[in-house]
């Protein structure tokens, strides 16, 4: 069966993410801050994880691995670009987004 086999093209749903790793990512380590809300953000495979990146590249955290299908949708030219819904600093870096394809 094909991706879209199902009826639902996961490739084009809109989605919500807690992002993982942000206290290591490199946005963190560059600026020691979390992107605010509202701040955009696209999708990037860097071959090995699916990140979600600001609008110049700089990673600000991992998706989780049930993301990992965005590398399809992503190699069959889909794009995202998501709004950073929530972020925080403490206790621990934290940001949430709400993506959606383009």
């Known amino acids: ?3 879209g086999a199902s009826g639902v093209d996961k490739c084009k749903q809109a989605f919500h993410v807690l992002l993982d790793d ?3 990512s490199d946005f963190y380590s560059q600026f020691n801050n979390v992107p605010a809300v509202g701040d955009q ?5 860097d071959k090995k994880r699916v990140f979600a990146v ?3 590249g700089v ?3 991992a998706l989780p ?5 965005l590398v399809e949708c992503l190699e069959d ?3 995202y670009v998501g709004l950073v819904s929530s972020s925080a600093v ?8 709400d993506f959606a394809p383009q």
């Open 1 to 3: 069966m094909a991706g």
């Open 22 to 24: 942000v206290g290591n």
């Open 41 to 45: 953000l696209g999708i990037l495979f």
């Open 54 to 56: 600001d609008v110049n």
């Open 59 to 61: 990673k600000v955290g």
């Open 65 to 69: 691995t049930s993301f990992n299908y």
């Open 77 to 79: 030219g889909v794009t």
């Open 90 to 97: 403490s206790p621990v870096p934290t940001v949430a987004a």
